[in-house]
């Protein structure tokens, strides 16, 4: 056997993104990676391939691929791993990368991030062995749509809702309640608003799919960020009250409105991520509304020159 490795480049994206579906369905039992998605990966304007990712390749087949960025803030390196069952070596070598890679950045006391399937494709005594652990715990929760089932909801008394669309002041006005409703979530990073757009690839977002909702007295009160460019569900990016006015059945409103918007387009399933720790209540919201559990994800940690 002949174990290759060597950076990624644009034009592997069809062959990385046919590994991450095998990948997917071992672990979720459905392929669920767009090429759309692994394109702006390999083309997100903080990622340098020729430092920054890596393929394996066994006697010519690619087996794993990974990837690393910094985009949250000095001390702090986040990465993707994803390897087919069975192939231990390729994924210790990509991993020898990746820690590698993240020392250099952070270039003193730091961290690396994984986030990985509760059962994943990698060996998980590859990373206990090397010092990760388990930080955080996810859920990807989805629920059914139909046009009958959701229609509009009735918004609370007084409050009143508009779409970004073209309005590039109500972008940024997106972009500061997502700042605001987030602060306090684990892991939240404060961006400015174009390292926002880069990180959440906002410049292909369908912003007539971002909502924002208003009160009178409060003004602009909470946010519904969506996208629509999956190919297996809508999905909700950020859903967000300001902690003034919690409590009064807002986000539930935003939610529901959600799923009309995404039943009237055809959509047949919603799906969006939730820390099962986030102390606003999100995962209880979620269920009280039918969303159930997809898959879980762990998010691991290791420290970098923690001992050096």
């Known amino acids: 056997?002949?174990?290759?490795?060597?950076?990624?480049?644009?034009g592997d994206a069809a062959d990385i993104c046919a590994l991450l579906n095998a990948v997917d369905m071992i672990e979720i039992g459905r392929p669920e990676t767009d090429l759309g998605t692994v394109e702006s990966d390999l083309n997100a304007p903080d990622v340098d391939l020729a430092t920054d990712s890596w393929l394996a390749f066994e006697d010519g087949?690619?087996?794993?691929?990974?990837?690393?960025?910094?985009?949250?803030?000095?001390?702090?390196?986040?990465?993707?791993?994803?390897?087919?069952?069975?192939?231990?070596?390729?994924?210790?070598?990509?991993?020898?990368?990746?820690?590698?890679?993240?020392?250099?950045?952070?270039?003193?006391?730091?961290?690396?991030?994984?986030?990985?399937?509760?059962?994943?494709?990698?060996?998980?005594?590859?990373?206990?062995?090397?010092?990760?652990?388990?930080?955080?715990?996810?859920?990807?929760?989805?629920?059914?749509?139909?046009?009958?089932?959701?229609?509009p909801p009735a918004p609370p008394a007084g409050l009143t809702l508009r779409h970004c669309g073209d309005d590039e002041a109500d972008r940024h006005r997106a972009h500061a309640l997502v700042e605001e409703t987030f602060a306090a979530h684990f892991g939240h990073v404060d961006r400015p608003y174009e390292s926002w757009l880069d990180h959440i690839d906002g410049r292909k977002l369908d912003w007539s799919l971002v909502w924002i909702a208003s009160l009178p007295g409060h003004g602009d009160v909470g946010v519904l960020l969506t996208r629509d460019d999956r190919t297996s569900m809508g999905w909700v990016s950020h859903i967000g009250v300001r902690k003034d006015v919690r409590g009064l059945g807002l986000g539930g409103f935003l939610l529901r409105h959600g799923f009309a918007a995404y039943a009237a387009r055809g959509r047949d399933t919603m799906g969006l991520g939730v820390d099962t720790r986030n102390e606003t209540g999100a995962l209880a919201l979620y269920e009280a509304h039918g969303m159930g559990?997809?898959?879980?994800?762990?998010?691991?940690?290791?420290?970098?020159?923690?001992?050096?």
């Open 293 to 308: 559990l997809h898959y879980a994800v762990d998010s691991w940690e290791l420290p970098l020159h923690s001992q050096e």
């Open 1 to 10: 056997m002949t174990l290759t490795v060597r950076p990624a480049g644009p």
């Open 61 to 151: 087949r690619l087996v794993a691929y990974a990837l690393v960025w910094a985009d949250s803030g000095p001390g702090r390196v986040d990465g993707d791993h994803y390897v087919l069952p069975g192939h231990r070596e390729a994924a210790a070598l990509l991993l020898d990368h990746m820690e590698a890679r993240a020392r250099e950045i952070t270039a003193g006391p730091g961290v690396l991030r994984l986030q990985l399937n509760v059962k994943p494709t990698l060996d998980l005594s590859l990373l206990t062995g090397r010092g990760y652990r388990t930080i955080r715990h996810y859920q990807v929760m989805t629920r059914s749509l139909t046009p009958a089932g959701d229609p």
